[in-house]
C-alpha cells in the first residue's frame, strides 16, 4: 500500500478559485446582510414571544415549531445593494463587516432597518475609499514635483542670523556692560579699537 496517497495535503489544490475578488467581496457582504437579517428576525419573534408570556401567563414556545423566514429582499433593493457591493475593494470588505455588526449590536434595529443600515455602511466605505483614494493622489502628485534645488533658494533668501533691524533688550545690555572676564587658563582676545 502506497503513502503517498495519504501525503496529499501538503499539495496546493488543483483548481484556485476563478471568480474574480469583486464577485468574492459581493458574495460574502450579501451572506452577511441574509445572516444578520435571520438574526434580527430571530431576536424581533423572541422579543415579541417574551411579551406575550408576561402578557398572558403561558408559555407556548415548547409547542410551536420555527417559522421560516418572512422577511427579504425586493429584487430591486438586492440589485441596488450588489452594485454598491461590487464597488467595495477587497481590502475594505473586512472593516465594513466589523461597522455593520457594532451598527447591529448598537441598535438592535428591526428586520426592515437591516438593508437601510447595510447601505449607510457601504456608503461610509465608499467615501472612506474615495478620501483615501484623493489623499493617496496628492500623495503621488507631491512626490512627483520638480523641486527647487538648495543653491536657487539660497539665491533668493539671504539669511543672517544675527543681523536684525528689531532692537531687542538684551542688546542693549550686552553693549553697555563690560566684556565678562576670562579664566586665567584662557587668554584675552579683545578686537583692536579704531582710533
Same mark, same amino acid.
Given at each position: 500500500?502506497?503513502? /503517498?496517497?495519504?501525503?496529499?495535503?501538503?499539495?496546493?489544490?488543483?483548481?484556485?478559485?476563478?471568480?474574480? *475578488?469583486?464577485?468574492?467581496?459581493?458574495?460574502?457582504?450579501?451572506?452577511?446582510?441574509?445572516?444578520?437579517?435571520?438574526?434580527?428576525?430571530?431576536?424581533?419573534?423572541?422579543?415579541?414571544?417574551?411579551?406575550?408570556?408576561?402578557?398572558?401567563?403561558?408559555?407556548?414556545?415548547?409547542?410551536?415549531?420555527?417559522?421560516?423566514?418572512?422577511?427579504?429582499?425586493?429584487?430591486?433593493?438586492?440589485?441596488?445593494?450588489?452594485?454598491?457591493?461590487?464597488? /467595495?475593494?477587497?481590502?475594505?470588505?473586512?472593516?465594513?463587516?466589523?461597522?455593520?455588526?457594532?451598527?447591529?449590536?448598537?441598535?438592535?434595529? !428591526?428586520?426592515?432597518?437591516?438593508?437601510?443600515?447595510?447601505?449607510?455602511?457601504?456608503?461610509?466605505?465608499?467615501?472612506?475609499?474615495?478620501?483615501?483614494?484623493?489623499?493617496?493622489?496628492?500623495?503621488?502628485?507631491?512626490?512627483?514635483? *520638480?523641486?527647487?534645488?538648495?543653491?536657487?533658494?539660497?539665491?533668493?533668501?539671504?539669511?543672517?542670523?544675527?543681523?536684525?533691524?528689531?532692537?531687542? /533688550?538684551? !542688546?542693549?545690555?550686552?553693549?553697555?556692560?563690560? *566684556?565678562?572676564?576670562?579664566?586665567?587658563?584662557?587668554?584675552?582676545?579683545?578686537?583692536?579699537? *579704531?582710533?
Amino acid at each position: 500500500m502506497s503513502l /503517498i496517497s495519504w501525503l496529499r495535503w501538503n499539495e496546493a489544490p488543483s483548481r484556485l478559485s476563478s471568480r474574480s *475578488p469583486a464577485e468574492m467581496v459581493l458574495e460574502t457582504l450579501m451572506m452577511e446582510l441574509t445572516g444578520q437579517m435571520r438574526e434580527a428576525e430571530r431576536q424581533q419573534r423572541e422579543r415579541s414571544t417574551a411579551v406575550r408570556k408576561v402578557c398572558t401567563g403561558v408559555d407556548y414556545s415548547w409547542l410551536a415549531s420555527t417559522p421560516r423566514p418572512t422577511y427579504d429582499l425586493s429584487p430591486s433593493e438586492r440589485l441596488q445593494l450588489e452594485d454598491v457591493c461590487v464597488k /467595495i475593494h477587497p481590502s475594505y470588505c473586512g472593516p465594513a463587516i466589523l461597522r455593520f455588526r457594532q451598527l447591529l449590536a448598537e441598535q438592535e434595529p !428591526e428586520v426592515q432597518e437591516v438593508s437601510q443600515i447595510f447601505r449607510s455602511v457601504l456608503q461610509e466605505v465608499l467615501e472612506r475609499m474615495k478620501q483615501e483614494e484623493e489623499a493617496h493622489k496628492l500623495t503621488r502628485q507631491w512626490s512627483l514635483r *520638480p523641486r527647487g534645488s538648495l543653491a536657487t533658494f539660497k539665491t533668493r533668501a539671504r539669511i543672517s542670523p544675527f543681523a536684525s533691524d528689531i532692537r531687542t /533688550i538684551s !542688546e542693549d545690555v550686552e553693549r553697555d556692560a563690560p *566684556p565678562p572676564l576670562r579664566s586665567w587658563s584662557m587668554p584675552e582676545f579683545r578686537a583692536p579699537k *579704531p582710533n
